[in-house]
């Protein structure tokens, strides 16, 4: 499986983004599909989790409400879409992929096997 995500840039806080995630090579239905961001001199986070069988998603507290996570099947991509944009979303973003990953379990890197690599994305004014 290959991951590639793009749609990263410079945008101004409270501005929007939509990152991409395309997937190649071998799929499965039981994948789940995450978003993590690792921050300059900080460990990398969970950002946001969709399965693709049932569509079940996750999101971490700091952007419930604020990002949303949808697939396009067809198309084998899925999407994160940033809205109100802060500061401290400043990262690069990577998406992953692991095998039928829920609840807790979603939420962490080490259970996914396949990355892609990240896109930057910068929040300033």
């Known amino acids: 499986v290959q991951l590639q995500a793009f749609g990263g840039g410079l945008v101004q806080p409270w501005g929007f983004l939509r990152l991409s995630c395309s997937t190649s090579?071998?799929?499965?239905?039981?994948?789940?599909m995450g978003w993590f961001r690792q921050a300059p001199g900080k460990e990398r986070e969970f950002v946001g989790a969709i399965r693709w069988s049932d569509g079940g998603i996750y999101y971490a507290d700091s952007v419930k409400g604020r990002f949303t996570i949808t697939r396009d099947n067809a198309k084998n991509t899925v999407y994160l879409q940033m809205n109100s944009l802060k500061p401290e979303d400043t990262a690069v973003y990577f998406c992953a992929a692991g095998t039928n990953l829920r609840s807790a379990i979603a939420t962490m890197s080490r259970f996914y096997q396949y990355w892609g690599q990240g896109t930057l994305v910068t929040v300033s004014s």
């Open positions: 090579g071998r799929t499965f239905s039981s994948a789940t």
